[in-house]
């Protein structure tokens, strides 16, 4: 079933009963019992029960709308949730273009018609060093790829955020070189780790957290995993993304979480969970946020140290 974007929030089931209801559907399906129950929950969207979560414990809806990064409405962790209400976000179309088959702008209601979207809880690393937990609802990038028909001769996809400075105000300023672009490698972007995500908690997604539309990245830095994406254009040539045109020394295209390479102001070894606490204890990071088995293959023979 797919996603419906225009689900009322009244509509959508408590964050408690979210997760009971997860851990119990997940262990249905672990006893091969999901097929048998007609127990579903009508005001729930449905997902599929995939192998790619984590099973550590989510961070709240509070925490994870409350405390981000999105300089487009203020450099403050608390600026995007008290300035994003002035975004806009229906109705949007991101523009498909470079080297596709089918390059055009696509309505993100005639996307989400033809996507499977499911619910995805993934590890989230930001470069400054702290973490979180998040349950994603998403698609596959690669299902909005193939809807464009990707050439043979493409082999990076570019990103570009919605440049819209009377109402993402952080963008009458010359913080960074607006509007804000990221990259991927191809076979970055088709992995099947590689959502786009329209919500979280089962919620449509919050402004401060990049809606409608925002690339989520699980194995990177989290300025790698992009807000309310616009543009996505298919190219032969590396992108050259925002934070490393701002200072190629302190952040390169990869951006691959990896304890093995400092930042160069301050060490990446270990992360401080949000929620933890003022005296929680900081949690060892894991190489590729936890995601080596999926995602290691893709960078075998590279040195990153080097390609970071």
Not at 55 to 80: C, L, Q, R, S, V
Not at 126 to 153: R, T, Y
Not at 239 to 260: D, I, Q
């Amino acid at each position: 079933m797919h996603f419906k974007p225009n689900l009322p929030y009244s509509h959508v089931t408590p964050e408690t009963s979210y997760l009971s209801r997860r851990t119990l559907m997940a262990g249905m399906a672990g006893a091969g019992l999901v097929a048998a129950s007609g127990a579903r929950a009508q005001e729930m969207p449905d997902f599929e029960i995939r192998g790619f979560d984590t099973t550590e414990k989510p961070n709240t809806f509070e925490e994870i709308t409350g405390y981000n990064n999105f300089y487009e409405f203020g450099t403050g962790k608390e600026d995007p949730a008290r300035n994003a209400h002035t975004l806009t976000t229906d109705p949007w179309s991101v523009e498909i273009d470079g080297l596709v088959e089918r390059p055009g702008s696509y309505g993100l209601g005639d996307i989400l018609a033809k996507v499977d979207i499911d619910e995805r809880i993934y590890r989230f690393r930001c470069v400054e060093a702290w973490s979180m937990v998040i349950p994603w609802n998403g698609f596959e990038l690669n299902q909005l790829l193939n809807l464009a028909g990707v050439q043979p001769s493409a082999k990076y996809v570019r990103f570009e955020t919605l440049y819209r400075p009377e109402e993402m105000p952080g963008q009458r300023r010359p913080i960074l070189d607006w509007p804000y672009v990221e990259g991927l490698r191809l076979d970055e972007a088709m992995h099947p780790l590689t959502i786009m995500a329209t919500g979280l908690y089962g919620k449509m997604l919050p402004n401060q957290n990049g809606a409608p539309l925002r690339l989520v990245v699980p194995w990177k830095y989290g300025f790698k995993s992009i807000k309310s994406v616009v543009k996505v254009t298919l190219t032969d040539k590396q992108p050259l993304n925002t934070w490393k045109a701002t200072n190629h020394r302190e952040y390169g295209f990869y951006s691959n979480v990896n304890p093995e390479v400092s930042h160069p102001r301050w060490s990446q070894a270990t992360e401080r969970r949000i929620g933890g606490g003022l005296f929680a204890s900081r949690l060892a990071t894991v190489k590729f946020n936890g995601y080596e088995e999926q995602v290691g293959h893709l960078y075998r023979g590279m040195d990153l140290s080097k390609d970071y």
